[in-house]
């Protein structure tokens, strides 16, 4: 939901309702038959935040006053139970493999290349890697276009992503950095692209360029007029622009969202009344599941709850957001999983 984690290691101390429904079925998911999940958003950390725990789907961001101390986060510090903990100490890449396995996910993780492969290293058979052109958490710093070429040719990277211009203040569309969209274009590797909100609320303090304007989906337009062959997965959906991402997704076929990060950092109702929308709207095919996964390793259970829970969606469209439109984006097994 960022460039890198960026956004979310300024917001370590928050609180949200987190709902009896969603607890129920955190029990149902330790069956020794799960169907398989594919998580299209993970960022390979080593460690959890140096922190406090965290509640979900909090109910509100808090107005502040410049003329006061600021937190870097505007998330209301609500309390609930249970909340989410933060892995301890060297034990953060340990406890979300052993989720991952619990639960039968397989995950897209980004990063740079080395902290990607130690996700590789500790979960084999899970981990489809993926690596950007953002060059560490300095916005504007990118790799040589020959080093991406050779993580995607010769050491088996997947997809390009996490991309977060947005945090740059540049338009996904910018000429600047059109030259990496071309490769990913050539190799046929897909993008995953920071769009919609980020900040948390703080956007003015914390990470002065970033714009929520370029968050617009539409700004993609011209990304795809010049690369009609590529394929982009629109990270949060870009949440909340709605109408935006609507007509992007009815003009252009190759476009896919994910939910991730938006499903658990807003209250429950916005969250799942914009899935909603989007699945009614006709493109049930194009919504794929994600967490943000970082800091909190239950936080992908407790995600894949939300969607399970959505009494909205039939049990196929429930298998489509967690699973199957995923492997057609990815081009992975497409056969229908049950």
């Known amino acids: 939901m960022l460039l890198q984690f960026q956004k979310y290691a300024l917001a370590l101390v928050c609180g949200m309702v987190f709902f009896p429904c ?69 034990e953060y890449i340990k406890d979300v493999v052993a989720e991952m396995e619990r639960l039968n996910v397989t995950a897209v993780v980004f990063g740079d290349p080395k902290s990607v492969q130690k996700w590789r290293d500790a979960a084999p058979g899970r981990v489809i890697p993926g690596t950007s052109f953002s060059q560490g958490m300095q916005p504007g710093a990118h790799v040589p276009l020959d080093e991406l070429r050779t993580d995607f040719t010769k050491d088996g990277f997947r997809v390009m992503g996490e991309i977060g211009l947005q945090y740059e203040g540049l338009s996904p569309s910018d000429p600047s950095v059109d030259q990496y969209f071309a490769l990913a274009e050539e190799l046929d590797i897909p993008i995953a692209i920071h769009m919609g909100t980020g900040g948390s609320g703080r956007a003015n303090i914390a990470m002065p360029k970033f714009r929520g304007s370029m968050g617009n989906p539409l700004l993609l337009e011209e990304l795809l007029a010049r690369h009609p062959k590529l394929r982009v997965q629109v990270m949060h959906a870009g949440y909340p622009m709605i109408d935006n991402m609507l007509t992007l997704l009815q003009a252009n076929s190759h476009v896919y969202v994910d939910v991730a990060g938006l499903i658990w950092s807003y209250p429950l109702k916005e969250v799942n009344r914009y899935i909603q929308r989007l ?48 492997a057609r984006f990815l081009r992975l097994d497409t056969a229908q999983s049950k």
């Open 279 to 326: 699945v009614e709207a006709g493109f049930e095919d194009r919504v794929m599941f994600g967490t943000d996964q970082l800091q909190w390793p239950k936080l992908m259970s407790y995600s894949i709850s939300i969607i399970q829970n959505a009494d909205y969606l039939s049990p196929e469209q429930k298998r489509d957001i967690l699973y199957n439109n995923a």
């Open 22 to 90: 969603a607890t129920r079925l955190l029990a149902q998911n330790t069956s020794s038959n799960v169907p398989p999940v594919i998580d299209v958003h993970v960022h390979a950390i080593d460690e959890s935040f140096p922190g406090g725990p965290m509640c979900p789907n909090e109910s509100k961001f808090l107005a502040s006053d410049p003329s006061m101390k600021e937190a870097t986060s505007g998330w209301s510090q609500e309390e609930c139970t249970p909340k989410l903990y933060p892995a301890a100490k060297g």
